[in-house]
């Protein structure tokens, strides 16, 4: 089982930047996947941006936020980022951090085996 732990979230104008972390711990698990959700209020939770976790560092992300979010990792911390920049008042939302053993269907939260509690993301008109 893995503990994924997030950080970064916070309230900032339109315009800003944010800068997420998610801290992976753990033993005996096998991490393929690594993504970000997120869930405003009143909607489902939707997928933002993900990242091949082994064999490469391919990622992947929503076309909202092509352009203004980057995905990173490093596996010697066992972290993955989020970069987001540009940020919109539609990006206002809960941000969750997943890990999942998939080697394919990144986009998809339901093959994701481990969560966060996750952070919240508020922007300001």
């Known amino acids: 089982q893995v503990q994924l732990v997030e950080s970064g979230g916070g309230l900032v104008q339109a315009g800003g930047s944010l800068r997420l972390s998610c801290a992976a711990s753990g033993s005996g698990f096998s991490i393929n996947a690594m993504g970000w959700f997120r869930q405003a209020q009143g909607k489902e939770r939707e997928f933002v941006a993900a990242i091949r976790w082994s064999g490469g560092s391919t990622e992947y992300y929503t076309e909202p936020v092509k352009g203004r979010f980057t995905i990173s990792k490093d596996n010697a911390k066992n972290t993955v980022y989020l970069q987001m920049n540009s940020l919109k008042p539609e990006d206002t939302a809960v941000y969750y951090c997943?890990?999942?053993?998939?080697?394919?269907?990144?986009?998809?939260?339901?093959?994701?085996?481990?969560w966060g509690q996750g952070t919240q993301v508020t922007v300001s008109s």
């Open positions: 997943a890990a999942g053993p998939q080697r394919v269907g990144v986009r998809d939260a339901s093959l994701y085996d481990s």
